[in-house]
């Protein structure tokens, strides 16, 4: 884009925001050039997400009042935290959401005075904030976005999921609600007409999703903690279990030191390994969690718990014992 096409995008962001009434034609006035331009420089402001409109009632085109932020003056500590958490997220950039952030960091960075800018930037150079595994968001910006918007403005939505559960795509019909990031991805929490009942889809397994015109009426917010109950993480079965878990002091103190679940308990023993103690609804998920640990970890009960460890701990022996066979 050459030097003079900025200036007048410039320009037009600046008519825009002025509160003034201005039509194609006052545009095209006002920078010079023909509406047929005018027009052109307007899709050049909506690929680049800068939300103009046209007003019905005075037949011009503005700008949002609120959609360049104000000057904010922050201190030290509060700049180096957001463009760490911001800007320094190993694998953000495709992440929706988190790449916005990170490209805004780029700006913040960039408008700091330029003594601040240099001390920052000799911090944060030395600093990596990591999420670890993340699953694959590539291309999910536009999906995220939609969603958004039809979450807003209530718009019932008809979508393809592959669906795990079902083992196929499903088509269905939703009343987005809630786009929540847990654990290593986004998930959307949405009313599905097809289950009558308020579910949780993966962003990344939707195949195609469109917003309807039409518009449901105004849900109660939704509260993840009722929403979840005391599922492990994300799957409540039904189901509620006493969960008394002994560590060996190999990792007990690493299991110590994290809050894995809102209700956990943890007490030591003399010889260095700790009680853990949860109540969780449903054992799936908690299985996976305890398998990580291997033989550090013993299931005192539920003895429903402890015989399904068993059972995949078989499984496993099986599998490596059929295939020593094989050598």
């Given at each position: 884009?050459?030097?003079?096409?900025?200036?007048?995008?410039?320009?037009?962001?600046?008519?825009?925001?002025?509160?003034?009434?201005?039509?194609?034609?006052?545009?095209?006035?006002?920078?010079?050039?023909?509406?047929?331009?005018?027009?052109?420089?307007?899709?050049?402001?909506?690929?680049?997400?800068?939300?103009?409109?046209?007003?019905?009632?005075?037949?011009?085109?503005?700008?949002?009042?609120?959609?360049?932020?104000?000057?904010?003056?922050?201190?030290?500590?509060?700049?180096?935290?957001?463009?760490?958490?911001?800007?320094?997220?190993?694998?953000?950039?495709?992440?929706?959401?988190?790449?916005?952030?990170?490209?805004?960091?780029?700006?913040?960075?960039?408008?700091?005075p330029s003594t601040i800018r240099e001390y920052v930037g000799s911090v944060l150079d030395k600093m990596q904030v990591s999420l670890g595994p993340l699953a694959n968001h590539?291309?999910?910006?536009?999906?995220?976005?939609?969603?958004?918007?039809?979450?807003?403005?209530?718009?019932?939505c008809r979508m393809k999921y592959h669906s795990v559960y079902e083992k196929e795509t499903i088509d269905l019909e939703i009343k987005p609600l809630k786009l929540l990031f847990m654990g290593r991805a986004w998930?959307?929490?949405?009313?599905?007409?097809?289950?009558?009942?308020?579910?949780?889809?993966?962003?990344?397994?939707?195949?195609?999703?469109?917003?309807?015109?039409?518009?449901?009426?105004?849900?109660?917010?939704?509260?993840?903690?009722?929403?979840?109950?005391?599922?492990?993480?994300?799957?409540?079965?039904?189901?509620?279990?006493?969960?008394?878990?002994?560590?060996?002091?190999?990792?007990?103190?690493?299991?110590?030191?994290?809050?894995?679940?809102?209700?956990?308990?943890?007490?030591?023993?003399?010889?260095?390994?700790?009680?853990?103690?949860?109540?969780?609804?449903?054992?799936?998920?908690?299985?996976?969690?305890?398998?990580?640990?291997?033989?550090?970890?013993?299931?005192?009960?539920?003895?429903?718990?402890?015989?399904?460890?068993?059972?995949?701990?078989?499984?496993?022996?099986?599998?490596?014992?059929?295939?020593?066979?094989?050598?």
């Open positions: 884009m050459n030097v003079s096409k900025v200036h007048r995008i410039l320009s037009l962001i600046t008519l825009l925001q002025s509160g003034r009434n201005y039509s194609a034609a006052d545009l095209a006035r006002e920078l010079e050039v023909s509406k047929r331009t005018v027009y052109r420089d307007l899709n050049m402001l909506e690929l680049a997400h800068i939300p103009y409109y046209f007003d019905q009632e005075t037949g011009g085109y503005r700008i949002g009042r609120h959609f360049f932020l104000p000057p904010i003056n922050l201190t030290l500590a509060e700049a180096l935290s957001m463009l760490a958490m911001s800007g320094r997220i190993e694998g953000a950039c495709n992440i929706p959401l988190l790449g916005h952030g990170a490209r805004a960091a780029v700006k913040l960075e960039g408008s700091l590539d291309g999910l910006d536009s999906t995220f976005d939609m969603l958004g918007k039809a979450i807003v403005k209530r718009r019932i998930y959307l929490i949405a009313y599905s007409k097809m289950h009558r009942e308020n579910r949780t889809f993966k962003l990344s397994r939707i195949d195609e999703i469109a917003a309807t015109a039409r518009v449901f009426s105004k849900p109660a917010d939704i509260d993840l903690d009722g929403y979840f109950g005391n599922a492990w993480s994300m799957i409540p079965e039904g189901r509620e279990y006493n969960v008394h878990l002994r560590f060996a002091p190999r990792v007990a103190q690493n299991v110590a030191e994290v809050r894995w679940h809102k209700t956990q308990q943890v007490a030591w023993r003399d010889d260095d390994s700790m009680d853990y103690r949860v109540t969780v609804d449903g054992l799936r998920e908690i299985s996976w969690w305890v398998l990580g640990y291997g033989d550090q970890v013993e299931v005192i009960k539920p003895v429903l718990l402890r015989k399904k460890i068993v059972k995949i701990a078989e499984s496993i022996l099986s599998n490596y014992t059929s295939a020593s066979e094989k050598l």
